[in-house]
Structures are given as structure tokens and as C-alpha cells.
């Protein structure tokens, strides 16, 4: 377990952001990004509630935006080191970020993307 304000967390998230190429961001639609204290059940380190991209028609409009959730205390719960956090905190974003453009749990696994 690593100890770690959720300021200094934050600033992490951040920094795992800043590493995904503009020709990324540049397609995100509707989508907030947030750190959370606890997941809604152990062991769960990021969460993306909404509608992928792929998914969207032409009625897709006046909605709520989607959610990315990563959970602080959880991912501090599993690391080892402070590296081992900010490691973790990088594969988790980039993880949920490709659950909003359509990639499914199992193509992530095969990518290398836990």
C-alpha cells in the first residue's frame, strides 16, 4: 500500500491525461473525468459509465456526459511504490478512456492494457 494525498493523486490523473495523443483527446465527446475515494466494489481501480462512442446514433443528444471514475484509494490499496502508482494510474486511464471510444475488456487484455 502506498500512501498518497488525493491532491498529489490527482495530479497524477492529470499527468496520465497529458500522455494520450491530441488525435485522442481531439474525438472525446461528453465525458468528465474524475477521481473518487472508493469503488463501488473492491478490487475495481477505474470505471466509464455511459455511452461508448461507437454506440452513438442520431438521437444521442441532450444527455448527461459520460463518467470515467478512478478510484484513489484502490489503486494506492494495490501498488507497492510510488512508481508502481503512477504505472497504474496511466494503464487505468487509458484503460476506461478506451471503454469511451468502444474497446471492450477483452481487446484491452489482448493489447496490453489490463
Given at each position: 500500500?502506498?500512501?498518497?494525498s488525493?491532491?498529489?493523486?490527482?495530479e497524477l490523473?492529470?499527468?496520465?491525461?497529458?500522455?494520450?495523443p491530441e488525435?485522442?483527446?481531439g474525438?472525446?465527446?461528453?465525458?468528465v473525468?474524475?477521481?473518487?475515494?472508493?469503488?463501488p466494489?473492491?478490487g475495481l481501480?477505474?470505471?466509464y459509465?455511459?455511452v461508448?462512442?461507437?454506440?452513438?446514433?442520431?438521437?444521442?443528444f441532450g444527455?448527461?456526459?459520460?463518467?470515467?471514475?478512478?478510484?484513489?484509494?484502490?489503486?494506492?490499496?494495490v501498488?507497492?511504490?510510488?512508481?508502481?502508482?503512477?504505472?497504474?494510474?496511466?494503464?487505468?486511464?487509458?484503460?476506461?478512456?478506451?471503454h469511451?471510444?468502444?474497446?471492450?475488456?477483452?481487446r484491452?487484455?489482448e493489447?496490453?492494457?489490463g
Open positions: 500500500m502506498v500512501e498518497l488525493r491532491a498529489r493523486f490527482e490523473v492529470a499527468d496520465a491525461l497529458d500522455t494520450i488525435d485522442l483527446t474525438y472525446m465527446d461528453n465525458v473525468i474524475t477521481v473518487a475515494e472508493s469503488p466494489e473492491p481501480l477505474g470505471l459509465e455511459g461508448p462512442l461507437t454506440e452513438r446514433g442520431d438521437g444521442y444527455v448527461l456526459p459520460d463518467q470515467i471514475s478512478i478510484y484513489w484509494r484502490e489503486i494506492c490499496q501498488c507497492a511504490t510510488p512508481d508502481d502508482v503512477v504505472e497504474q494510474v496511466r494503464v487505468t486511464v487509458v484503460h476506461e478512456i478506451a469511451h471510444f468502444g474497446i471492450d475488456d477483452d484491452l487484455h493489447l496490453g492494457w
